[in-house]
């Protein structure tokens, strides 16, 4: 069956940095479309980032813009969120997503979730 194992989620002090991984199995990870939501308590899920099949196009949200990089490796079937200038506000689950067809910035659009990896920034 399809997974979608996250990792590197922590603890760091705010101007930190940390490194997401999300390493996917059962499924043709170079036919996904693969994005990054984040999730803190009593909010809804949001979109972080996403990155397309060949890893040439991505998006951003725009409270991480300039922060965050997404990747990808289909060698690995790994997809990557490099997060620098870390802030309090940036601290929730984070959760990689995988869509066949239309992924983009809403949840509802991807077919395959991670668990998810806590990430927590203090000031």
């Known amino acids: 069956q399809v997974q979608l194992v996250e990792s590197g989620g922590g603890l760091v002090q705010a101007g930190g940095s940390l490194r997401l991984s999300c390493a996917a199995s059962?499924?043709?990870?170079?036919?996904?479309?693969m994005a990054w939501f984040r999730q803190a308590p009593g909010n809804e899920r949001e979109f972080v980032a996403r990155?397309?099949?060949?890893?040439?196009?991505?998006a951003y949200a725009d409270s991480v813009k300039g922060r965050f990089t997404i990747s990808r490796d289909n060698a690995k079937n790994t997809v990557y969120l490099q997060m620098n200038s870390l802030k309090p506000e940036d601290t929730a689950v984070y959760y990689c997503?995988?869509?066949?067809?239309?992924?983009?910035?809403?949840?509802?659009?991807?077919?395959?979730w991670g668990q998810g990896t806590q990430v927590t920034v203090s000031s």
């Open positions: 997503a995988g869509s066949r067809f239309v992924g983009y910035a809403s949840p509802s659009q991807y077919d395959y």
């Open positions: 059962g499924l043709t990870f170079s036919r996904y479309i």
């Open positions: 990155i397309s099949l060949s890893g040439v196009s991505t």
